[in-house]
T-cell receptor, first 113, second 113 residues
Framework: GQQLNQSPQSMFIQEGEDVSMNCTSS?????WLWYKQEPGEGPVLLIA?????ELTSNGRLTAQFGITRKDSFLNISASIPSDVGIYFC?????????????FGKGTKLSVKP | SQTIHQWPATLVQPVGSPLSLECTVE??????LYWYRQAAGRGLQLLFY??????ISSEVPQNLSASRPQDRQFILSTKKLLLSDSGFYLC????????????FGPGTRLTVL
């Protein structure tokens, strides 16, 4: 089945630094999604990407849908302590009625003030 | 916009006891519904999904079962809990199948002792 490789597994950075994480797949997706999960809460959608090559920003967050449709990256600029959490990528194909997501294993981000 | 409720928020149960977790949705009709389990704060495992009332698909063999008695109600249950059932259970919806992404509820933390 489809699998996503998300890296890095964890990051420990200083406040103010930029962050970059990515996901790759052996197969193509129609949509790439990025979620953030804070401790004890459900994941929250950050950015959704629908077209190959698409570059989308949401405040200090920027994500891109790879041209090959097999990868995506998420950048966070000028990190702050509230950026702490686990970031998940997810790929989705809209074939059929399931709409099932394939998730990466997450990148755990720690920010030192 | 839709709202997802999960009940209870936390639960501590002995091995062998029954379980019923509930997910209810407001603000949308005929969504796809999903149950995920997350162990140790990492990785989301899809357990069940439903495309309509009474329609349940299971992704992995397990001790749990799911039901959808109403359009906006999704229940996860078992007659006898196992230690391995401990985890963070997340309900998710896809408001408009094939045209929209998934949104997560706040989750239920289950500890089996």
């Amino acid at each position: 089945g489809q699998q996503l490789n998300q890296s890095p597994q964890s990051m420990f950075i200083q406040e103010g630094e930029d962050v970059s994480m990515n996901c790759t797949s052996s197969s193509i997706f129609n949509t790439w999604l990025w979620y953030k999960q804070e401790p004890g809460e459900g994941p929250v959608l950050l950015i959704a990407l629908y077209k190959a090559g698409e570059l989308t920003s949401n405040g200090r967050l920027t994500a891109q849908f790879g041209i090959t449709r097999k990868d995506s990256f998420l950048n966070i600029s000028a990190s702050i302590p509230s950026d702490v959490g686990i970031y998940f990528c997810a790929g989705q194909n809209y074939g059929g009625s399931q709409g099932n997501l394939i998730f990466g294993k997450g990148t755990k981000l720690s920010v030192k003030p | 916009s839709q709202t997802i409720h999960q009940w209870p928020a936390t639960l501590v149960q002995p091995v062998g006891s029954p379980l019923s977790l509930e997910c209810t949705v407001e603000g949308t009709s005929n969504p796809n519904l999903y149950w995920y389990r997350q162990a140790a704060g990492r990785g989301l495992q899809l357990l069940f999904y439903s495309v309509g009332i009474g329609q349940i698909s299971s992704e992995v063999p397990q001790n749990l079962s799911a039901s959808r008695p109403q359009d906006r109600q999704f229940i996860l249950s078992t007659k006898k809990l196992l230690l391995s059932d401990s985890g963070f259970y997340l309900c998710a919806i896809q408001p408009r199948p094939s045209t929209d992404t998934q949104y997560f509820g706040p989750g239920t933390r289950l500890t089996v002792l």
